[in-house]
């Protein structure tokens, strides 16, 4: 074999003496007949003619009337022709690196160690290093053969940081402790991202929710939004005011950026037309803020209960105006009935995000991972069940004190669901739509498997529906109805006509609030359809 210089300025071809030629891969047909083609180079500055007699470990072999047989390399070329190859794309090297910037609340503890089980789930090893910058950390995932599979720039500056560093490019991942607001909307418009509420780039890592915490002697359990919004405002200055002993309130709180400061705050504390205007010691570090509550028996506080049920704190209760007491059980945070119960968020730039990047977020909502999620304190995505009989105040509150309460209607539920078991997953719509919300769909999709899996094999699948008390009752009751069917017709497209039948979809309007309705956020738990689990004719359901 010689070589020479082809027609393609910058290229080398190699000229096959034809005794020695082997058709290289187009199949027998080519092997028997060549074909007319045309090889472009790809900055267009020449071409040359001929007939393709064979393509093989991407080197065009092509007989031309002028120079004979040649080779000529495909990463150089187009190749314009009947029996051109289909060549693959190439496989772009994408590198490993990668940032999530956000919340503390989720990025401490949680996201750590998410990723620690998503590098187990893969088979790499996980490494975690601080840098000089508190808040900021570099982990590292190996693969087995000690290659980098992914390095993560995991800084935690706060919810409201999410977003500027998702604009910026600096983050693949923003994570936050509450829902994007309009303000981070138009943070990351200026970069061409839309708004990622009930996106496909909005996932919900798990639930968490803010308790207010005293010193473990204290007697009181619980307090009404008022009487903590007038502790803040420096109304009410000692825990006589309250029941408790004659022992000065000491309030502590953090920073004005603080993700959990702004939850307590606008659900507490500027409802009640208060704002922080007593002196209070600030914090900006969680355990610092539990460790002043542990050493103060006047002292009163609030952390996410991931962390709060690891220390020795006394958990309030809030008890709300019409007298529902609302306990920071993970059971209440799982069906988001607690009053100060919140998602934890993910969000990522539509179509733009690191593919490993891409695939921690897809395992965090797979069943291996909420181990990790438990494992962190924060409430995962297993079911839980409850009983009617264990909702105590709930059916006192509903025969007692709600307006326009129906008997009849109420006695009817009684009988029903008397001996079932409420799951802890809830359905809920967006607001003034017929639409499931993103994590609500994903419910759907979840019980839809369970189902199939045979989880609840032999129990019939209530689907309860639940609305507020704005409006008529009967209307109400109707609205529930039609939301439960709208559930009910979602899951019938992924189960099998037996499974189907199992699905009872019914309403009890405005029974068994979650919370009061005198707010929007109140009317909003209300509105929800709920699972139960049933024994077919019975009202027994067996453990």
């Given amino acids: ?86 060549i693959p794309d190439a496989v772009v090297a994408v590198e490993p690196q990668f940032g999530i910037y956000g919340s503390r609340t989720v990025g401490t503890t949680l996201i750590p ?14 490494e975690i290093a601080a840098t000089e910058d508190p808040a900021e950390r570099i982990v590292r995932l190996i693969n087995a053969d000690g290659s980098l599979r992914a390095e993560i720039d995991l800084q935690t500056r706060g919810s409201g940081s999410a ?17 994007m607001k309009d303000s981070d909307v138009a943070k990351i418009a200026a970069a061409g991202i839309p708004d990622l509420r009930d996106s496909a ?34 109304e009410i200055t000692n825990w006589l005011e309250l029941g408790g002993g004659d022992v000065p309130i ?41 460790n002043a509550v542990m050493g103060d028996k006047g002292g009163i506080g609030f952390v996410g209960r991931w962390l709060a049920r690891t220390n020795d704190v006394n958990l309030l209760a809030i008890r709300e105006d019409c007298g529902l007491l609302s306990p920071p059980t993970d059971f209440r945070m799982k069906i988001e009935g607690y009053a100060l119960s919140r998602r934890l968020y993910a969000y990522s730039r539509p179509g733009d995000i690191h593919p ?21 304190n924060f409430v995962d995505r297993d079911l839980e069940r409850m009983r009617l009989e ?69 129990f019939e699948v209530l689907l309860v529906g639940f609305a507020d008390s704005v409006g008529d009752r009967v209307r109400n009751t109707r609205l529930a109805q039609n939301r439960a069917e709208a559930v009910r017709s979602i899951l019938a497209q992924s189960l099998s006509a037996a499974d189907n039948a199992r699905l009872l979809p019914i309403s009890y309007g405005e029974l068994l609030p979650l919370s009061c309705n005198d707010s929007e956020v109140g009317r909003e738990r209300n509105r929800r359809v709920e699972v139960w689990l049933r024994l077919p004719n019975s009202r027994t359901v067996s453990r």
């Fill in 1 to 86: 074999m010689s070589n020479l210089t082809s027609p393609f300025t910058g290229f080398s071809a190699s000229i096959v003496c034809s005794a020695g030629v082997l058709l290289l891969g187009l199949g027998s047909a080519m092997a028997q007949q060549s074909a007319p083609v045309v090889l472009e180079a790809k900055d267009g500055s020449t071409s040359v003619a001929g007939q393709l007699v064979g393509f093989e470990n991407n080197i065009y072999v092509l007989e031309t009337e002028d120079m004979g047989r040649i080779q000529i390399s495909g990463d150089n070329v187009i190749c314009t022709g009947a029996i051109c190859p289909v």
């Fill in 113 to 126: 160690n998410l990723l620690r089980g998503y590098a187990e789930s893969v088979g790499a090893t996980y």
């Fill in 163 to 179: 977003f500027p560093a998702l604009a910026d490019g600096y983050a693949d991942i923003g994570v936050a402790d509450r829902r």
């Fill in 201 to 234: 780039e909005e996932t919900v890592l798990g639930v968490d929710g803010i308790v207010m915490i005293t010193h473990p002697d204290n007697p009181v359990r619980n307090l009404t939004s008022l009487e903590i919004a007038k502790i803040w405002s420096g």
């Fill in 250 to 290: 000491s309030v502590n709180s953090f920073g004005e950026g603080s993700g959990d400061r702004a939850v307590m705050m606008d659900a507490l504390v500027r409802p009640n037309g208060r704002d922080e205007t007593v002196a209070v010691t600030r914090w900006s570090a969680y355990q610092d803020m539990v």
């Fill in 356 to 376: 490993e990047a891409q695939a921690f977020l897809d395992w965090t909502l797979t069943t291996p991972a909420q181990a990790f999620i438990k494992e962190s």
């Fill in 390 to 458: 264990d909702m105590g105040m709930m059916l006192v509150h509903t025969a007692a004190v709600e307006p326009d309460f129906d008997g009849a209607q109420y006695s009817d539920m009684m009988r029903q669901l008397r001996g079932a078991d409420r799951l802890s997953v809830s359905f809920r719509f967006n607001t003034g739509s017929s639409n499931l919300d993103v994590e609500s769909i994903r419910n759907v999709q979840e019980l839809a498997v369970r189902m199939k899996a045979g989880e609840f094999d032999g």
